[in-house]
C-alpha cells in the first residue's frame, strides 16, 4: 500500500508535457497547410467544434470507411451542423498514402470527401502531438477547444465493410452528445487501422 | 471492397497429408492436422502462417494498430474448437509505434475435441479465417479452407511436426510467481518474482494480452533482487482496470526463446475517478517540501499545548516548577513525547506496510480505544477535581517533582502528554499527519518526531530558561482553585469522546458507556476517600468491574445504521455508484469526513451545510456524495488513497461531463464552493 502510493507519486510528478493530447484538457493547437496552400489554425476555429480525421486513402481500413460512404457520410451530417471537418494526412513524404496537394485534391474528388479541408503534416508534428496512431483515428474537439473524444471511428475493428452497419459510430455519438449540451458517453477507444506512417 | 488478396489466392490441396493452402504475395496459410482424429481425444490442428519477408500478423493484442489473426471453424455436431494457443509474440517497431505479432513461419495451434462417439470415417473442418498482414503498409485478407482429416489410430509425425512444435516452443509456460500491476493516472508498474527458468542476467520483454492498459513502448525494465519490473505509461485509451492483467514475458529470440504467463494483481490506484470516460489525473497538490513540512510540525505539536486535552496538564506541570527548574525532567519530559510520537508512527507504518488500509487518525476509528480515551480523560477530570488523587507520581502533577523526584515520573508525562494529545491531533492535523504517512519512513518519522518536540519545547523551555520560569505566577491558595478548573476542559474532551463514541456505536450504546463512567467515578471517589480500606478497594474494584461490563457490552452492540449527517440532502458514498455517476457525466461533490474530525464538521457547518450551497448543489444538478470514515472503511481508505490522502477530510468536485476531478482545498468557505460549483456542466436532470 504505502508502496503503491509512493509509486503513484512518483508517476505523477514524472507525468508531464511528453503525453500525447487527452480528453478533457485543451487539445494541442496547430497550423498546417492545406491541399489548396491555404494555413489553418485550431485556434481559428474557436466556438465551433472541430473533427480530425487522420487518413491515409491507401490504408484497407480508411478503404473500408469510404468506400462504405461511412465516412463522407459523417462529414456531410457533421458539416452540416456547422462542425468543421479536417482531414489529416502525416504520411512521411514517399511512404504509403502521403500526398502533396494535387495528389489530396485528387484523393478527395476520386473519394468524394466531404469535409472541411485536407491538411498536409508531413513531418508528422502535429500527428505526434496528438498521438495519432493508425488510419483512421478520430479526435472530436469541442467549441471551448478541449478534446472530447479520442478513438477509433467506430466499435468494430475490421477491414470488413459489413461490420460497419452493427457498430457504433463514435464520432456521430459523440457530437450528437456535444450538440444537446450532454456529456460525451465514450470519449476514448483504442484506435484501430494501419499505423500512420510517419 | 474486394480483398484482392482472395482474388490472388492460389488454393493447393495436399493429397498426401490433410492440409490445405492459400497463398497471397504477402502471406500463405495452410491449416493442417497433426494426426490423423480419434474420438475421444484431442486433435491438434494448426493454422500455418508463411510471411513474405519484413511481413508480420499479429498476436491476440496487436500493439498500437493491427488486428488479431481471428479464426471461424464450421466443425460437426459434437466437436468443438479451442481458442488458438497463442505462440509468444516478438516486438515490431513502426516510427515510433509498437505491434506485437509473427513473422517468418509461424504455427497458431488449435484443439479440437473429438467426442469418442464420434462414428464417421472422416472429420471434415472448415475454416474462416480473417487476417491482417503488414509491412508499412496493411493488407487484410480474408480465406476459406477446408481440411477432410481421416479418423482412425495412427499417430502420424507428418510433414509439419516440426512446425507444431516450434509452436510449443515458443507457448509461454503458465507461471504461478506472484505478479502485481499498480495502475497510476500515468505509468503502470508490474512487479514480480522471478518465474523458474527466468535469467535475471538476460533482457527480457513484456506483452499484456488485454489491450488498453499498459502503452505498447517497450517499458522500463529491471530484474534485480528477485524482482522483475516494467514500468511503461498507461494507454491514452485506458478505461478500466481488470482486476487481473495477464502478461507474457519472454527471453530472447525465437527459437531460442523462453516466455512465461504471469497474472499479476491489479492495482488500480486511479479507479474510479479516472477510469471514467476521461483519462483525466486528479491534480495533486504540489507536495510540502520537506523543511517546510517539519517547520509546520513544530509549529503544530506546539499549539497542541493549547488543546483542551493537553493543556490541563502542561498548566499543571508548568506551576509545578515554581520552585526552581530541573533541566533534566524537562529532557526527559521531551523524550517521553517524542518517543511516544515516534512509536505510533512506527505503529502505523508498520501495519500500513502489512496492507491494513489505515490512516491517521485510525486511533478515533476503534470504538473501544474512544471509549478508553474518554474514561482517561474522565478519570483525570476527577483527579483535578479532588475527587481523589493517585499518589501525585502517576499523573507527574504536583509536589513531586518539584522535589525532584525521578527522571522517570518525567518521561512517564511525556508519554501521557503525547497520549492525551493523540486524539487531539486526528481533528485537527489529520490531513497534514496523513500526508507525512504517505512519505517514505525517515521522513515521516521525522516529521512525527518534530511535532513531537514542538508539544514538548514549551515546558522543555521553561525548564532550560530559570528566567522564564521566575515569570510564571507565585505559588498560593489560587492553584488549587486554578487546578479545580482546569477539569473542566477535560470533562469537555470526554463528552466530545463520548459523542464519537455515540456516532460510532449508537446512543444503546453511549449509555452503556456513560454508566460505566458513573461506576468509574464511584470507584475513584471510594479510592480517594478517607475511609480508605480493604471495603472500599473491594468497591472500587467492582464499580470498575461493572464498567468494564457497560464497556463490553456497548461494544458488542452492532453501530446504527448510519452515523447522522447533518441535515443536507447527500447521498452515502459507494465506489462503484461514485463510478457510474461520474461515468455518466453527473457533476459529482464527494465528501469524506468522520464526526471525530472537527475540520470536515466545521467546513460543514460554515460552508457545505449552508442554504446558498444547498441551493448551488441543487440547482446545478450536483449530487452531493458523503463518506464516513468514523469508523474503519477499506472502500473510502482506497478511495483517500487516490488522491494521495490517509486522512480526512477530502473534497472532490467531479465537475461533469467526464471532466478531471478537482480536490477542493482542506479549509472550506463558502464562496471556495460556489466558485467551484459555478464550474460544472451538467444537463439539467
Redesign the interface.
Known amino acids: 500500500?504505502?508502496k503503491?502510493?509512493?509509486?503513484?507519486?512518483i508517476?505523477?510528478g514524472?507525468?508531464g508535457a511528453a503525453?500525447?493530447a487527452?480528453?478533457?484538457?485543451p487539445a494541442p493547437g496547430f497550423t498546417l497547410t492545406d491541399s489548396n496552400g491555404k494555413a489553418h489554425s485550431l485556434a481559428d476555429f474557436k466556438g465551433k467544434t472541430v473533427v480530425l480525421e487522420w487518413t491515409n486513402h491507401?490504408?484497407?481500413?480508411v478503404?473500408?470507411h469510404y468506400?462504405a460512404r461511412n465516412m463522407q457520410a459523417q462529414q456531410v451530417a457533421a458539416t452540416g451542423d456547422d462542425v468543421i471537418w479536417l482531414n489529416v494526412n502525416s504520411g512521411?513524404p514517399g511512404?504509403?498514402?502521403s500526398v502533396d496537394g494535387a495528389g489530396a485534391n485528387a484523393v478527395m474528388a476520386e473519394k468524394g470527401h466531404k469535409s472541411t479541408a485536407y491538411l498536409l503534416d508531413p513531418d508528422?508534428k502535429v500527428g505526434?502531438a496528438y498521438?495519432a496512431?493508425?488510419t483512421p483515428h478520430m479526435y472530436v474537439i469541442d467549441a471551448d477547444g478541449?478534446l472530447a473524444y479520442?478513438?477509433a471511428i467506430d466499435s468494430i475493428?475490421?477491414?470488413?465493410?459489413a461490420d460497419i452497419p452493427k457498430a457504433t459510430q463514435y464520432v456521430t455519438q459523440a457530437l450528437s452528445e456535444l450538440g444537446?449540451?450532454?456529456?460525451?458517453?465514450?470519449?476514448?477507444?483504442?484506435?484501430?487501422?494501419?499505423?500512420?506512417?510517419? | 471492397m474486394k480483398h484482392s488478396a482472395i482474388g490472388l489466392a492460389l488454393v493447393l490441396a495436399s493429397a498426401v497429408q490433410a492440409a490445405e493452402r492459400v497463398e497471397t504475395p504477402e502471406l500463405a496459410v495452410t491449416l493442417v492436422a497433426e494426426s490423423a482424429a480419434v474420438p475421444g481425444q484431442p486433435l491438434n490442428l494448426g493454422v500455418l502462417l508463411e510471411h513474405a519477408p519484413d511481413w508480420h500478423t499479429y498476436w491476440i493484442n496487436p500493439g498500437d494498430s493491427g488486428l488479431p489473426t481471428k479464426l471461424t471453424w464450421t466443425l460437426p455436431d459434437g466437436v468443438v474448437a479451442s481458442e488458438i494457443a497463442w505462440p509468444h509474440p516478438e516486438r515490431f517497431e513502426l516510427s515510433g509505434l509498437f505491434n506485437f505479432g509473427f513473422h517468418h513461419r509461424q504455427l497458431l495451434p488449435v484443439a479440437l475435441e473429438v467426442p469418442a462417439t464420434y462414428s464417421a470415417t472422416r472429420l471434415p473442418v472448415e475454416l474462416k479465417i480473417d487476417w491482417l498482414v503488414c509491412k508499412e503498409e496493411c493488407i487484410p485478407g480474408s480465406a476459406s479452407l477446408d481440411l477432410s482429416v481421416p479418423v482412425g489410430t495412427l499417430a502420424d509425425s507428418g510433414p509439419y511436426a516440426a512446425d507444431f512444435a516450434a509452436a510449443r516452443a515458443r507457448w509461454p509456460v503458465a507461471s504461478a510467481a506472484n505478479a502485481s500491476a499498480h495502475i497510476a493516472a500515468d505509468s503502470v508498474t508490474v512487479e514480480a518474482e522471478l518465474p523458474a527458468g527466468f535469467s535475471a542476467d538476460q533482457t527480457f520483454d513484456l506483452f499484456p494480452i488485454q489491450a488498453e492498459v499498459l502503452a505498447n513502448v517497450p517499458g522500463d525494465a529491471s530484474a534485480s533482487n528477485g524482482v522483475l519490473r516494467w514500468v511503461v505509461p498507461r494507454s491514452d485509451y485506458f478505461r478500466d482496470a481488470p482486476d487481473r492483467l495477464s502478461v507474457v514475458v519472454t527471453q530472447g529470440k525465437p527459437p531460442q526463446s523462453r516466455a512465461w504467463i504471469l497474472q499479476a494483481d491489479v492495482v488500480n490506484l486511479t479507479a474510479p475517478a479516472t477510469t471514467a470516460a476521461s483519462s483525466v489525473a486528479p491534480t495533486p497538490e504540489p507536495p510540502l517540501g520537506f523543511g517546510w513540512a517539519l517547520l509546520f510540525a513544530l509549529l503544530g505539536g506546539a499549539v497542541l499545548n493549547l488543546m483542551p486535552c493537553v493543556f490541563p496538564v502542561l498548566a499543571l506541570k508548568a506551576l509545578s516548577l515554581q520552585g526552581g527548574a530541573h533541566p533534566r525532567h524537562g529532557v526527559f519530559y521531551t523524550l517521553g513525547v517524542v518517543l511516544s510520537f515516534v512509536a505510533l508512527a512506527g505503529l502505523l507504518l508498520g501495519l500500513r506496510a502489512t496492507g491494513e488500509a489505515l490512516g491517521w487518525g485510525f486511533q478515533l476509528q476503534e470504538p473501544w480505544l474512544v471509549a478508553l480515551l474518554a474514561y482517561l480523560f474522565f478519570a483525570m477530570g476527577l483527579s483535578l477535581s479532588g475527587v481523589f488523587s493517585v499518589g501525585e507520581r502517576w499523573m507527574g502533577i504536583g509536589q513531586s517533582l518539584t522535589e525532584g523526584e525521578g527522571d522517570r515520573a518525567a518521561l512517564f508525562t511525556g508519554v501521557l502528554a503525547a497520549i492525551v494529545a493523540s486524539p487531539c491531533t486526528a481533528p485537527l492535523m489529520g490531513a497534514a499527519l496523513g500526508f507525512a504517512l504517505t512519505q517514505s519512513a525517515p521522513v515521516a518519522l521525522s516529521i512525527f518526531a518534530t511535532l513531537g518536540f514542538g508539544l514538548a519545547l514549551p515546558y522543555l523551555a521553561l525548564t532550560l530558561s530559570p528566567r522564564l520560569a521566575a515569570r510564571l505566577p507565585r505559588p498560593g491558595p489560587w492553584m488549587d482553585r486554578f487546578k479545580h478548573f482546569l477539569a473542566f476542559p477535560l470533562y469537555l474532551s470526554a463528552v466530545w469522546l463520548l459523542w464519537v463514541f455515540g456516532e460510532q456505536q449508537g446512543v444503546l450504546a453511549m449509555g452503556l458507556v456513560l454508566a460505566g463512567a458513573v461506576a468509574l467515578a464511584m470507584a475513584l471517589w471510594l479510592f480517594g476517600s478517607a475511609a480508605s480500606g480493604r471495603v472500599s478497594i473491594a468497591m472500587a474494584l467492582l464499580a470498575l468491574g461493572a464498567g468494564g461490563y457497560a464497556l463490553s457490552q456497548a461494544i458488542a452492540h452492532e453501530p446504527a445504521a448510519s452515523p447522522a449527517s447533518a441535515a443536507s440532502s447527500s447521498v452515502a458514498f459507494d465506489a462503484a455508484d461514485l463510478q457510474s455517476r461520474v461515468e455518466q457525466g453527473d457533476a459529482v461533490l464527494v465528501n469524506m469526513t468522520a464526526a471525530w474530525c472537527i475540520t470536515c464538521l466545521a467546513n460543514e457547518r460554515v460552508a457545505l451545510a449552508t442554504d446558498a450551497v444547498q441551493a448551488a448543489m441543487r440547482e446545478q444538478g450536483v449530487t452531493y456524495i458523503k463518506g464516513d470514515w468514523t469508523r474503519r472503511d477499506e472502500a473510502i481508505t482506497r478511495y483517500l488513497a487516490q488522491f494521495q490522502r490517509t486522512g480526512v477530510p477530502l473534497y472532490v468536485l467531479y465537475p461533469g461531463a467526464n471532466r478531471a476531478p478537482k480536490v477542493l482545498p482542506q479549509l472550506l468557505t463558502p464562496d471556495i464552493v460556489l466558485d467551484a460549483l459555478a464550474t460544472v456542466e451538467t444537463p439539467r436532470r
Open positions: 500500500m504505502m503503491a502510493v509512493l509509486i503513484s507519486m508517476a505523477l514524472l507525468s503525453m500525447a487527452t480528453v478533457g484538457q491507401e490504408c484497407p481500413f478503404v473500408k468506400d512521411a511512404k504509403q498514402g508528422g505526434k498521438g496512431k493508425t478541449m479520442n478513438g475493428p475490421s477491414a470488413d465493410q444537446a449540451g450532454k456529456p460525451v458517453s465514450v470519449a476514448t477507444s483504442k484506435p484501430y487501422g494501419c499505423s500512420v506512417k510517419y
